[in-house]
């Protein structure tokens, strides 16, 4: 693991200090988008957007103009794990999320659960105002809890299953995630969010993956017992966060579809990028509100709509 940067030590929380750079095809990194987004630190930490593309120097500015990224410089981001350490800055791969130190290119961390927490935690100083507190001290516990068995069973259950080469390992992932997916249906039966009644890190870390789970992980990792959408409480309570700003408008089907499927060759080698499903079943009415709570706390307030989308639409996209 990388230094994280806290407000101690060599990384200082220094707003314009940091870029963070992500795929928005990547559950992890989504995370950290939406923690930003929630956390109003936009002006605090840039973004960058990797194509959801990797080549054989994995992730790359190629949707900036030029192919390089206008704050960094790079074409690529194992650039700045070079920056850091020349001789072995690549040997454990190049992730993302991935934060950034501007003023020297070097990799900061790739340390993904840590990023989200510290944005929470380290940067209130530059948070907006009425941010949420999305890990509060009261609730650590069974945020903790909740998480461990998300992680192993649902964030990573379904690339447990996904990339199974044997067919009983394959069978244990999707037996553990829709077991889980199953307790967390009844879980939210009658709560809006997973812990306490707001929105907090447990119900971002569930997120990315349900955002994925119709258009990607049912059919391209063989989660198929049933469709998010063929949930009761689980699929209303994703539809809940979708409309909240900060999840729904971080969402990148276009991204997320073409990474997947364009880039596991071995799981899809024609890399046809299938069409559906159709997105606009994510707006759909949920009632979640019925159940009481409040999305960002009995202070908090939504983050402003998005000024303009996350990255340019339009023939970049062919
Ligand atoms: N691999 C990271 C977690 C984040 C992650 O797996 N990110 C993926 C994208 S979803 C990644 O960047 N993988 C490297 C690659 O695809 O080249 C870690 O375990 O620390």
């Not at 790079?74 to 991935?98: C, F, I, K, M, W």
């Not at 499927?261 to 890399?271: A, F, G």
Request: a negative charge.
């Amino acid at each position: 693991m990388v230094a994280n940067p806290t407000g101690e030590g060599e990384w200082p929380a220094e707003p314009g200090r940091y870029r963070l750079v992500v795929s928005l095809a990547c559950p992890w990194a989504h995370r950290s988008v939406i923690v930003r987004r929630l956390m109003g630190l936009e002006d605090a930490i840039s973004l960058a957007i990797t194509d959801p593309l990797q080549d054989d120097r994995s992730w790359r500015f190629s949707l900036d103009e030029g192919g390089v990224d206008p704050v960094l410089g790079y074409t690529h981001l194992e650039q700045a794990y070079l920056a850091r350490d020349p001789e072995n800055g690549t040997e454990n791969g190049v992730s993302v999320p991935a934060i950034v130190d501007v003023p020297s290119g070097q990799l900061v961390t790739n340390d993904f659960p840590n990023v989200t927490l510290d944005l929470g935690r380290e940067w209130t100083a530059h948070q907006r105002a009425v941010a949420p507190t999305l890990y509060p001290d009261e609730l650590r516990d069974e945020i903790d809890e909740v998480n461990e068995g998300v992680f192993h069973d649902v964030n990573n259950g379904v690339y447990k299953a996904g990339f199974a080469t044997r067919q009983s390992r394959y069978e244990e992932a999707y037996t553990a995630l829709f077991a889980r997916l199953d307790e967390l249906d009844e879980r939210l039966e009658n709560q809006r969010y997973l812990v306490g009644d707001h929105i907090t890190e447990a119900d971002i870390r569930l997120f990315t993956t349900l955002a994925r789970f119709d258009a990607v992980y049912q059919g391209h990792f063989k989660c198929n017992r049933q469709k998010l959408a063929e949930f009761g409480a689980l699929w209303a309570y994703a539809r809940d966060l979708y409309q909240t700003p900060g999840f729904g408008d971080t969402v990148d089907f276009d991204h997320i579809k073409r990474h997947y499927h364009q880039v596991q060759t071995t799981i899809n080698p024609t890399q046809i990028v299938p069409l559906g499903p159709e997105p606009s079943v994510w707006l759909t009415p949920h009632h979640r509100e019925e159940l009481g709570g409040s999305p960002f706390g009995p202070e908090g307030t939504a983050p402003e709509p998005l000024e303009r989308p996350l990255r340019p639409l339009g023939p970049i996209d062919m």
